[in-house]
């Protein structure tokens, strides 16, 4: 019995679980146009690998390799994403309330290229180049066209990223740099997803827009991989991530699920998934509170807010999420932008810690939702501080 790198076996149709082949590039579902999800060979993983084995491998999302979908290791672009430090920040709870707080983050702003959309692209980016793609084109509201650029850089792919015009500076020249095209559009989020696909049916590229290909879910799907294992395999109370595409929020769900059934955390209760989106645009947090089972589109002349990663009016993901939420007894609640610049400023000066406004709107929530009650202190709470705020440090007027 030959151990594989991955054991990928086949992806399926999230909305009807209809088996679809994982060996060719796929986008959408055919049958449902809904996302794709990557099915593993677990019985097999749970056979012939040792949890415990995990702890002595390299530092990096890879060290997952079996439940990550790149066949070959030979085929990985790497630039050492992952394994992020969880660090205790207790003195980013509510004053008073520091010596009882149970408050962890975990600090995605120290991937390569500064944000989380490191590690999907680096999932997404080495499979797309193991299937043979000609070149990538990828929508974005920032940091997914910056990750993607480096890594196809890595890769020898050629790249155009697609962005609204008044995305942020930073992500646009940092998506240059690494060579891509940067194709800018007077519209939102959206629009540039439509443009992409164009472009990408056009030159015969394929289209890495999050959840419209099965891969970037597989990558961050490793961020619940590592706070599980960083917390000697178990898992938190509650968890609270900035949602803007969804596709963290369905990959951390996804990898609970996994890890479940490879029998490498308890079977108790799952941490309460909560999300938080801007006050300026918040389709998830709408359909939560009506008690929807998808997000109506927000309308676009309104989706305003500074946290670009959360400018986002529809997710194609909407249903997995506010299952992940609803399954998990979570919440969803919107911040204003100036509680996330205020959170922002927060961090720094209580832990030393430079963050991005959207990850500095789980801080704002997890304030909010200990004033509700949601929340207690002494429930064990990991934010997902998903950026870096170093790109942003000259808009804070200081
Ligand atoms: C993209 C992004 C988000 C939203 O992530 P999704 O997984 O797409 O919901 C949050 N924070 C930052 C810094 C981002 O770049
Ligand atoms: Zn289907």
Redesign the pocket.
């Known amino acids: 019995m030959v151990a594989r790198y991955s054991y990928l076996s086949h992806l399926r ?6 088996r679809y082949e994982a060996d060719r590039l796929q986008t959408t ?1 055919p ?2 146009s ?1 996302p794709l999800l990557a099915q593993y060979d677990l019985s097999a993983v749970e056979r012939d690998v040792a949890r415990d084995e995990i702890a002595r491998r390299e530092a990096s999302m890879w060290r997952y390799h079996e439940l990550l979908p790149v066949r070959e290791k030979a085929h990985v672009q790497t630039l050492g994403e992952g394994m992020t430090p969880l660090v205790a920040a207790s003195r980013l709870a509510p004053p008073g309330l520091e010596k009882d707080a149970r408050l962890l983050v975990k600090d995605e702003g120290q991937n390569p290229t500064g944000s989380f959309k490191a590690r999907g692209m680096a999932a997404a980016v080495s499979r797309a180049l193991e299937l043979g793609a000609g070149g990538l084109v990828t929508p974005t509201a920032g940091n997914a066209g910056a990750a993607m650029a480096a890594y196809a850089a890595r890769a020898g792919l050629a790249a155009i990223v697609v962005t609204p015009e008044d995305a942020p500076q930073t992500c646009i020249q940092q998506a240059r740099i690494y060579g891509a095209d940067v194709v800018l559009i007077d519209g939102l989020i959206s629009d540039a997803g439509h443009t992409a696909a164009s472009l990408a049916r056009e030159r015969g590229w394929f289209n890495m827009a999050t959840l419209r290909e099965p891969y970037r879910a597989e990558g961050k799907k490793t961020m619940g991989f590592e706070l599980a294992e960083q917390l000697g395999w178990r898992l938190p109370d509650a968890i609270i991530y900035p949602c803007g595409g969804g596709t963290g929020i369905v990959g951390i769900w996804k990898a609970f699920a996994e890890l479940r059934e490879l029998g490498w955390i308890e079977h108790k209760r799952l941490p309460r998934m909560i999300i938080v989106q801007a006050e300026g645009c918040a389709p998830l947090v709408r359909a939560f509170e009506q008690g929807n089972e998808v997000a109506e589109v927000w309308p676009s002349k309104r989706a305003s807010t500074r946290a670009a990663g959360l400018r986002v009016p529809s997710a194609i993901g909407d249903r997995l999420i506010l299952q992940a939420v609803r399954e998990s007894g979570g919440t969803a609640i919107c911040v204003s932008d100036e509680a996330m610049i205020h959170m922002v400023r927060f961090a720094a000066y209580r832990e030393g810690m430079l963050i991005a406004v959207e990850a500095a709107a789980t801080l704002a929530a997890y304030h909010r939702l200990l004033a509700t009650h949601f929340l207690a202190p002494t429930d064990e709470t990991v934010l997902f501080f998903t950026g870096s705020g170093l790109p942003d440090i000259g808009k804070y007027s200081l």
Do not use: T, Y
């Not at 149709?13 to 209809?18: D, F």
């Open positions: 149709c999230s909305a009807c679980q209809r579902s049958c449902c809904r």
